[in-house]
Every structure is written in C-alpha cells, then in structure tokens.
T-cell receptor, first 120, second 115 residues
Framework: AQTVTQSQPEMSVQEAETVTLSCTYD???????LFWYKQPPSRQMILVIR??????QNATENRFSVNFQKAAKSFSLKISDSQLGDAAMYFC?????????????????FGPGTRLSVLP | GAVVSQHPSRVICKSGTSVKIECRSL??????MFWYRQFPKQSLMLMAT?????????EQGVEKDKFLINHASLTLSTLTVTSAHPEDSSFYIC???????????FGQGTRLTVV
C-alpha cells in the first residue's frame, strides 16, 4: 500500500517570501499522480498543482512549483511571493494511475498535512 | 473545472437519529465517488468507494451498516449515517471521479455534529 509523509506539521513564512513544503511517499508502482491540495478554513479542498510521474519536467502553476524527485520519492512544493491568502493546510496526495489497480478505486492517499501561516 | 456539490454543508442532529449527505456531480458523470472523513487537525481518511450501480467498497474498520452508501445514478451518491452518536461528529468530504478525463473533484464537505 502507498503511504505519504509530510514531516513538517507547521510552517510559517513572511509575506512575499518563499517557502518549501516537504513530501515523501512510498510506492511500488512506476506510474502515478502526485498532488498538492490546499485546505483553507472553509475546509474546501482546492487543487494547487498536479504532477504525473512519467513526466520528468516539474509542474508549475504561477507562484507554485514542485521539485519532483522520482528516485528519491520526494515531491516538495515551493510557494514563491507568499501571500496572506496562501495560509492554509496543505496536503500532499498520491493517486494510482488507471490500470494499476483491479477496481475502480483510484482514491487519493493523503499525507498528514502541513499548516502554513503567512506573517504580514 | 468540474463542480461537485455536497449537501448539506452543516448539520446538527440528535443522538440516535440518521443523517443523509448528498454528493452530486453537476456537469459530468461520475462512475466512482469516494467518501472521506476528516477529524479536527487531521488528514482525510478514505471511508468507502462508491461505484454506480453496485455495492460500495468499505475501508477496513468502517462499519458498512452504520455508514450506508448508495450510488444510484451517475451523478449522485449518498452517505447515510445511521443511529448517529457524538463520536460520529466529524467533517465528511466526497470526491467524484470524472472518468472521461481521469480526474477527481471534491465537494465542499459536510460538518456533522451529533448532540
């Protein structure tokens, strides 16, 4: 079974600065998806960024980028020019690619989360 | 992006009663929906996988007779918490998979409080 670990329960960053959130995972599969989700106080899960394991290029979305190290099974999220609205819980998640499992599953496996505070 | 509507967003019920939570995919067909539970300051834990037209698959430790899941159509899955007790108070989130694009989307979540 896959596992996702986030070793930083809490992080803080000064507004306009850069912060990196860590994530490691364990899997025996060779092709899969990795995600970062943001959960603000409203509790709505918001997709921040997605990475397909077969793609070597790191995904980027505006101020958000990842450092995907497949061999090391590491998937960190970098937030540049941090804004007050970035304050939230951030969850790293793993999902199998279709065809790798014998059911319709493809559920997410979530890490424990990192609470990010942005200081004005 | 695709929209998943979860209703109600908040519900308070008395101990011993049942509560139904709905999860609808508004602009796509979802052959598979997932139900998660999230305790305060914790991560999302998968409770069950709901497949349209068939019985749900429950994760180990989740009582299927207590958490009834029905996925009667391609756009609707329901979770019924039967004979709710205070320990069932939690945040419940659904996710629906759009098979046409291989992507899953989350509902807004339901905060259940059992008093």
């Amino acid at each position: 079974a896959q596992t996702v670990t986030q070793s930083q329960p809490e992080m803080s960053v000064q507004e306009a600065e850069t912060v990196t959130l860590s994530c490691t995972y364990d899997t025996s599969e060779s092709d899969y998806y990795l995600f970062w989700y943001k959960q603000p106080p409203s509790r709505q899960m918001i997709l921040v960024i997605r990475q397909e394991a077969y793609k070597q290029q790191n995904a980027t979305e505006n101020r958000f980028s990842v450092n995907f190290q497949k061999a090391a099974k590491s998937f960190s999220l970098k937030i540049s020019d941090s804004q007050l609205g970035d304050a939230a819980m951030y969850f790293c998640a793993y999902r199998s690619r279709e065809g790798y499992i014998d059911n319709y599953g493809q559920n997410f496996v979530f890490g424990p989360g990192t609470r990010l505070s942005v200081l004005p | 992006g695709a929209v998943v509507s979860q209703h109600p967003s908040r519900v308070i019920c008395k101990s011993g009663t049942s509560v139904k939570i709905e999860c609808r995919s508004l602009d796509f067909q979802a052959t598979t929906m997932f139900w998660y539970r999230q305790f305060p300051k914790q991560s999302l834990m998968l409770m069950a996988t709901s497949n349209e037209g068939s019985k749900a698959t429950y994760e180990q430790g989740v009582e299927k007779d207590k958490f009834l899941i029905n996925h009667a159509s391609l756009t609707l899955s329901t979770l019924t918490v039967t004979s709710a007790h205070p320990e069932d108070s939690s945040f419940y989130i659904c996710s629906a998979r759009d098979r046409s694009i291989g992507e899953a989307f989350f509902g807004q979540g339901t905060r259940l409080t059992v008093v």
